[in-house]
């Protein structure tokens, strides 16, 4: 449920025959080669997923569905029983281990990557082929082209090596538009300008399974730290940013090839479903993605 949003805005429909942005991403990912996808989802809404997806994904696309519960941890970890916020998108992450076996794509269900990106995620991942190999990637984009008319967003604020490589990526919250400048609040408030070209993660990511390893050493870590605090989450940005500071793994950030959308808000949704109607007419989706 996005408390921003005001309601399950992962299956709100954008396109013209009810199909919600991760429909887009599901049918890039088929065409660019991808075998199988994994929803991650609260049990909870189960049944709304699996009416949307369960029947117009058979025969194109093998289907997973994976619960992230709050008692989902590390055997011998505990934590506060007032807890009820998910633990975070690296969590998130972490509980399909036991799912996914090969090199695998990590997105956002309510963020627009574009078919370029999806394209460059399998050429990266069969180019670097094997599920134990540290190599990763993520697409970059300039932050000025992720923001909100409506309000705050949260980025993971990049730096690079020649914007080739990730030197550091750190999860920022509170990040607007204010007038031609972009700011975010740091930890004691106060403001931070940022530069329109810098690079942000979007969460769409390439991984392999030599990932869930470093979550679960870091998702313990973080448990114990937090135990009494009902609101921290583990962001997958700090697990990545703590592998690359200690180079125990590589990221490669390829450049952006789409314009990314999203919804972050309820007034985002026309401009969302605006940018479907021209990609439709430029011929790059049809009318009934399943149709």
Known sequence: MGSRYGSLKQIDAVGPSGEAIIDYSIYDAIRAGFEKVTFIIRRSIENEFREVFGDKLKGRIETDFVFQELDMVPEGISYSPDRVKPWGTAHAIWVAKSFIRQPFVAINADDFYGAGSYQAMADYLSAHNGSENEKYCMMGYQIQHTLSDFGSVSRGICDSADNDF????????????????????????????????????????????????????????????????????????????????????????????????????????????????????KGVYPDNLWG
């Open 166 to 281: 990730l030197k550091s990526v750190v999860e920022r919250t509170e990040i607007v538009r204010d007038g031609e400048k972009i700011h975010f609040l740091d930890e004691n408030g106060e403001k931070v300008e940022l530069k329109g070209d810098d690079l942000v993660s979007m969460n769409i990511w390439g991984f392999t399974p030599a990932v869930f390893e470093h979550i679960e050493s870091a998702f313990s870590e973080f448990i114990e730290i937090n135990a009494s605090n009902k609101k921290a989450e583990l962001y997958i940005p700090a697990v990545v940013n703590d592998l690359v500071s200690r180079n125990t793994a590589s990221v490669e950030i390829l450049p952006a090839l789409d314009q990314w959308f999203g919804v972050t808000y309820k007034e985002d949704k026309p401009l969302a479903v605006e940018y479907i109607k021209r990609l439709i007419e």
